[in-house]
Each structure stands twice: as structure tokens, then as C-alpha cells.
């Protein structure tokens, strides 16, 4: 199946900087997502993002998919963006495959 | 709100129980994804259905079984339970189930076995 490696798996920033976090996987996919997971263990959709470039907020998401990986950018950082972020990925099954995570913190 | 509802949020049971989790899919959804999210094992596949047949499954032990319903909600039956079984466990749906749909997952349901 398709493997799906994610970068960093640890992340510490203080509030107001900005962060990268990446996401590569070995095969071609239908669909990549990314989600955060918050301290409350909910997982929120942050984007769909099979190919190209997309926005939201403070948000922003790049997926190459030629090139198969993804970039998810967090500019500004918050308190409230700590959590985890996952990349799941879908080939030509069914199965959404997640990464292990980034485990991002930010502190005041 | 991913518009995914999942009960109980949280369950404690024993060792040999028998429980069952339930799912609400989005509105107009027709396709539910279970998954469990352990400390050691991260984010696993169980299995999904699609309008109330079984259309893939992943790593789901012989001791729990799910199923859909015809009104799409979906139960996830988890038996003879382990200490290892304690985990977060995840419904998720998406409109078509197909490989280019968006899932969005629900609050999750905490299983603790003692």
C-alpha cells in the first residue's frame, strides 16, 4: 500500500512565526488531505488538496503531485494551532492512509 | 462540527465485554469509514461501507464487526475486549465513498478497558 511520511515529527515555535510542514508519499494518489488534530483529539479538515495550491486564513497548502509530496504553511503561528497535523493520502483503493504525524507546539 | 456524530464520546468497560459504537453520517453521505487511533499503531483503516454494503476493510480484528444501516448510520461492534483495545476509534463518511471524495471524521468515541 501506499506509505505516507510526514516532517517533522516535532515541531516547537513560538507564537508568531511561521512553519512548514511537509508530507511525502510513494505512490500516485485520488485524494490528499490534511487534517489538525486538537488537544481535544478531534480531527478538523483543514484542506482537500489532491494537486495545486490552496488558502485559508493563515493557512496555506501546496500539493505537487508529480513530485508526490505536500506542503502545508502556517504563518503567524497561535496558541491555538497546537495539535497534530496529518496528511492522509488516497490511491486507486479506498483506503484514506494517514501519516504518523506533526506534533506542533506553540508557546506564548 | 464535521456534521459526523458519533456516541458514547467516551466508553470504559472490562476485559471480555462486548460493546458497540455508533455513526452518524453528513447529511446526503453515503459512504462511512471506521478507524482507530492508538498511542503505538497511530491512524489504522478498519473498514467502510458504501450505502449499506462493505466496500473495503483494513486491519480489523475477527473480534469486531460493523455494519450499515438503511437510514446510513453505521455500528461498530467490538467484542471479547482486550486491555489493547483502548483506543480512540473514528467514523468518518464521504458523498460517494469514490477514491476522489472528502472524508470528514467525527468527534471520535474514547474506549477505555480495564
Redesign the interface.
Same mark, same amino acid.
Given at each position: 500500500g501506499i506509505q505516507v511520511e510526514q516532517s517533522p515529527p516535532d515541531l516547537i515555535l513560538q507564537e508568531g512565526a511561521n512553519s512548514t510542514l511537509r508530507c511525502n508519499f510513494s505512490d500516485s494518489v485520488?485524494?490528499l488531505?490534511w487534517?489538525h488534530q486538537n488537544p481535544w483529539?478531534?480531527?478538523?479538515?483543514l484542506f /482537500?488538496i489532491?494537486s495545486g495550491t490552496k488558502q485559508n486564513g493563515r493557512l496555506s497548502a501546496t500539493t505537487v503531485a508529480t513530485e508526490r509530496y505536500s506542503l502545508l504553511y502556517i504563518s503567524s503561528s497561535q496558541t491555538t494551532d497546537s495539535g497534530v497535523y496529518?496528511c *492522509?493520502v488516497?490511491? +486507486?483503493? /479506498? &483506503?484514506?492512509?494517514?501519516g &504518523?504525524?506533526t506534533l506542533l507546539t506553540v508557546n506564548p | 462540527d +464535521?456534521g459526523v456524530t458519533q456516541t458514547p464520546k467516551h466508553l470504559i468497560t472490562a476485559t471480555g465485554q462486548r460493546v458497540t459504537l455508533r455513526c452518524s453520517p453528513r447529511s446526503g453521505d453515503l459512504s462511512v /469509514?471506521w478507524y482507530q487511533q492508538s498511542l503505538d499503531q497511530?491512524?489504522q483503516?478498519l473498514i467502510?461501507y458504501y450505502n449499506g454494503e462493505e466496500?473495503?476493510k483494513?486491519n480489523i480484528l475477527e473480534r469486531f464487526s460493523a455494519q450499515q444501516f438503511p437510514d446510513l448510520h453505521s455500528e461498530l461492534n467490538l467484542s471479547s475486549l482486550e486491555l489493547g483495545d483502548s483506543a480512540?476509534y473514528?467514523c468518518?463518511s464521504s458523498d460517494t465513498?469514490? *477514491?476522489?471524495?472528502? *472524508?470528514?471524521?467525527g468527534?471520535?468515541t474514547?474506549l477505555t478497558v480495564v
Amino acid at each position: 500500500g501506499i506509505q505516507v511520511e510526514q516532517s517533522p515529527p516535532d515541531l516547537i515555535l513560538q507564537e508568531g512565526a511561521n512553519s512548514t510542514l511537509r508530507c511525502n508519499f510513494s505512490d500516485s494518489v485520488n485524494n490528499l488531505q490534511w487534517f489538525h488534530q486538537n488537544p481535544w483529539g478531534q480531527l478538523i479538515n483543514l484542506f /482537500y488538496i489532491p494537486s495545486g495550491t490552496k488558502q485559508n486564513g493563515r493557512l496555506s497548502a501546496t500539493t505537487v503531485a508529480t513530485e508526490r509530496y505536500s506542503l502545508l504553511y502556517i504563518s503567524s503561528s497561535q496558541t491555538t494551532d497546537s495539535g497534530v497535523y496529518f496528511c *492522509a493520502v488516497r490511491g +486507486s483503493n /479506498y &483506503k484514506l492512509t494517514f501519516g &504518523k504525524g506533526t506534533l506542533l507546539t506553540v508557546n506564548p | 462540527d +464535521s456534521g459526523v456524530t458519533q456516541t458514547p464520546k467516551h466508553l470504559i468497560t472490562a476485559t471480555g465485554q462486548r460493546v458497540t459504537l455508533r455513526c452518524s453520517p453528513r447529511s446526503g453521505d453515503l459512504s462511512v /469509514y471506521w478507524y482507530q487511533q492508538s498511542l503505538d499503531q497511530g491512524l489504522q483503516f478498519l473498514i467502510q461501507y458504501y450505502n449499506g454494503e462493505e466496500r473495503a476493510k483494513g486491519n480489523i480484528l475477527e473480534r469486531f464487526s460493523a455494519q450499515q444501516f438503511p437510514d446510513l448510520h453505521s455500528e461498530l461492534n467490538l467484542s471479547s475486549l482486550e486491555l489493547g483495545d483502548s483506543a480512540l476509534y473514528f467514523c468518518a463518511s464521504s458523498d460517494t465513498g469514490g *477514491a476522489n471524495t472528502e *472524508a470528514f471524521f467525527g468527534q471520535g468515541t474514547r474506549l477505555t478497558v480495564v
